[in-house]
């Protein structure tokens, strides 16, 4: 986790998971479709 780490995780039971497990789902999604550019 990055500081400063917020992220909750308890399992909330709207989400059926905890807010830090969808933040780096989201997180990992992104990276997927990320294009590398390097300069």
Do not use: F, N, Q, W
């Amino acid at each position: 986790h990055s500081y400063p780490c917020l992220g909750d995780m308890h399992v909330d039971a709207e989400l059926g998971d905890t807010p830090l497990h969808i933040a780096g789902y989201t997180h990992y999604s992104a990276l997927e479709k990320a294009e590398i550019v390097r300069i």
